[in-house]
Every structure is written in C-alpha cells, then in structure tokens.
C-alpha cells in the first residue's frame, strides 16, 4: 500500500503560489507521500496542451522515487451523436497517450453526468449502452500501452455501488477496474456508504480517500456546506476527521486483498499543505489499525 495525493488535493497551494505543479511533487516526497496522482488543474497545466510536460513530469518523480499512481481526467458520452461519440473518444485517446508519457500504468476517466432529478433508475437504463460502450472503446485502446483504466462513483448518475459494479461487469475487460472513492458514495448512499465500499473493494484498481462532516440539520451559516438533499449538509473534512468511517472504509479494502494506491482527495476550506499532511497521516496511522 502506498499513501500520496493528487494535484487536484494540492490545487489550492499552487494556485495560491505556494509552489507550481512539479514543486508539488518534491512536497510530498518531503512529507511522506509516496506517489502522486495527476489531475490536469484548468488555467494551470494541460498535458494535452503541452505533451512535453508530462515527460518532465516522469523524469521529476524518478529522481524524487515518487510513484505517478494515475493519471485523472473528464469525459463525457452522454447524449452524444454517432459524431460527437467519436470525437469524444478521440479526445480521451490523446489523454490516454499522455498517461503512456507519464509512465503511469493507471487511468480515471469519467463517462458522463447528470444532475439532480435527472439521474434516474430509468435514465440510467438509456445511458447505459453508450457508456458500457465508452468504457470497452478506451480499455481495449488503453490496453496495448500497458495501461489499467477506471471508472469513479462520481457525480450523482454513475454513481452508488449497483450501478458502477454494473457497468465494471459489462465492460468485462481484463485491464478495466473501479476506482473507489471513500466520499462520493455518500450522496447516493447515505447510511450504506461502507456497505457500498465494501461491496466494490475486491474490484478496485485504485482508491481515493475523501472525508465529510455530516450534518442532519442545516448549519446555522451554510457557507462552505452543501445541501445533499433528504435534511443532509456536508462539508469536506480532512481525511479521518470527518463523520464518515474512514478506519472502517480503509479495513473494507484491506480486507478484500487491496493494496495499492491510497490517494489522498481533499476538498476543504483548510490550507491545502496542512490538511493533505495531517490527512496522510491519519490514513497512515488508520491502514496500520487495520486487520
């Protein structure tokens, strides 16, 4: 098991000048994180934009002996015609070609969205052969690269344990996995959120660890908190300190033989150097209490 974060999770100090994108991976070698995850941050790096980026990138966390767990990125082939499917789709391979560059052997991409009210059982029935087909098209381009591609329970639609496991089942390919993320499940799951952890752990190729704080009432300032809907607010937390279980999310993929890369996903209002190391080591300390 190997513990480090994204660029995504460091998104706020580089913004803020604390350091630049490669800066962000010497502050995790010197704060024992073991890997990095690359997240294209918009306004701030594109390695479709600049390929060349992604080979500085490789050389820096060689001479570092930081691993470049997965490379993440959007997508989206919901409500596409047969023109926009493959121009999409092509868009996605100079990504996939760009993670091949980094040298990682791990890619998240998305297949689609949809919000609130439109997410439905019978919704998801109609998308679901564009996405099956999505996923299969850049697992079979992915595989000859010697790259592992994955889905995430992201968003409200392709989201909930059902639903991904579905999707991991039609897609049926040797080099395609889950990416389960700790606190996404929440908003679809509510109180089964580590049942559905634990129901997908034996598939994931990767695990993203975010945290909540939760709340059944509406906090007197709303500010920082989100409306999940059915009376629930949450908040990002730092991981281990929030009101989700992450001890026991952590033992689920233990349990089911996982040992790869913990990647820390931190959201909040904290500053971003503080909280991705208290954070590191609250899931350090919680996978060690593990059985």
Same mark, same amino acid.
């Given at each position: 098991?190997? +513990?480090?974060?994204?660029?995504?999770s460091l998104s706020k100090? %580089?913004?803020?000048?604390? #350091?630049?994108?490669?800066?962000?991976?010497? $502050?995790?070698?010197?704060?024992?994180?073991?890997?990095?995850? +690359?997240?294209?941050?918009?306004?701030?790096?594109?390695?479709?934009?600049?390929p060349e980026l992604a080979?500085?990138?490789?050389?820096?966390?060689?001479?570092?002996?930081?691993?470049?767990?997965?490379?993440? #990125?959007?997508?989206?082939? %919901?409500?596409?015609?047969?023109?926009?499917?493959?121009?999409?789709?092509?868009?996605?391979?100079?990504?996939? &070609?760009?993670?091949?560059?980094?040298?990682?052997?791990?890619?998240?991409?998305?297949?689609?969205?949809?919000?609130?009210?439109?997410?439905? &059982?019978?919704?998801?029935?109609?998308? #679901?052969?564009?996405?099956? &087909?999505?996923?299969?098209? %850049?697992?079979?381009?992915?595989?000859?690269?010697?790259?592992t591609t994955m889905i995430?329970?992201?968003?409200?639609?392709?989201?909930?344990?059902?639903?991904?496991?579905?999707?991991?089942?039609?897609?049926?390919?040797?080099?395609?996995?889950?990416?389960?993320?700790?606190?996404?499940?929440?908003?679809?799951?509510?109180?089964?959120?580590?049942?559905? +952890?634990?129901?997908?752990?034996? =598939?994931?190729?990767?695990?993203?660890?975010?945290?909540?704080?939760?709340?059944?009432?509406?906090?007197?300032?709303?500010?920082? $908190?989100?409306?999940?809907?059915?009376?629930?607010?949450?908040?990002?937390? +730092?991981?281990?300190?929030?009101?989700?279980? %992450?001890?026991?999310?952590?033992?689920?993929?233990?349990?089911?033989?996982?040992?790869? =890369?913990?990647?820390?996903?931190?959201?909040?209002?904290?500053?971003?150097?503080?909280?991705?190391?208290?954070?590191?080591?609250?899931?350090?300390?919680? $996978? &060690?209490?593990?059985?």
């Amino acid at each position: 098991m190997k +513990i480090g974060a994204s660029t995504y999770s460091l998104s706020k100090a %580089i913004k803020a000048g604390a #350091f630049d994108v490669l800066g962000a991976f010497d $502050w995790l070698a010197e704060n024992g994180g073991e890997h990095i995850e +690359i997240v294209p941050l918009q306004g701030v790096f594109s390695l479709v934009e600049t390929p060349e980026l992604a080979t500085t990138m490789a050389g820096h966390a060689k001479r570092l002996g930081l691993g470049i767990s997965c490379y993440t #990125f959007g997508a989206s082939f %919901i409500d596409c015609t047969a023109d926009a499917f493959k121009a999409e789709l092509d868009r996605v391979k100079k990504h996939v &070609d760009q993670a091949a560059r980094l040298g990682t052997h791990r890619v998240r991409h998305d297949v689609g969205f949809r919000p609130a009210g439109q997410n439905s &059982d019978a919704q998801f029935e109609r998308d #679901f052969p564009a996405l099956a &087909d999505a996923c299969g098209a %850049i697992a079979d381009y992915a595989a000859p690269l010697g790259l592992t591609t994955m889905i995430e329970n992201h968003g409200l639609h392709v989201q909930g344990a059902e639903r991904v496991l579905r999707l991991y089942r039609a897609v049926d390919r040797s080099n395609f996995r889950l990416l389960v993320d700790t606190g996404n499940f929440y908003p679809v799951e509510f109180a089964n959120t580590l049942e559905a +952890i634990r129901q997908c752990a034996p =598939y994931a190729g990767m695990a993203h660890v975010k945290d909540h704080h939760i709340r059944t009432t509406a906090p007197d300032c709303l500010e920082g $908190w989100r409306d999940r809907g059915r009376g629930i607010f949450t908040r990002p937390a +730092i991981a281990g300190e929030g009101d989700i279980d %992450i001890g026991a999310a952590l033992g689920h993929l233990k349990k089911a033989g996982f040992d790869g =890369y913990l990647s820390l996903e931190y959201e909040g209002h904290e500053e971003a150097r503080h909280a991705n190391r208290r954070g590191m080591d609250n899931v350090r300390r919680l $996978w &060690d209490c593990q059985s």
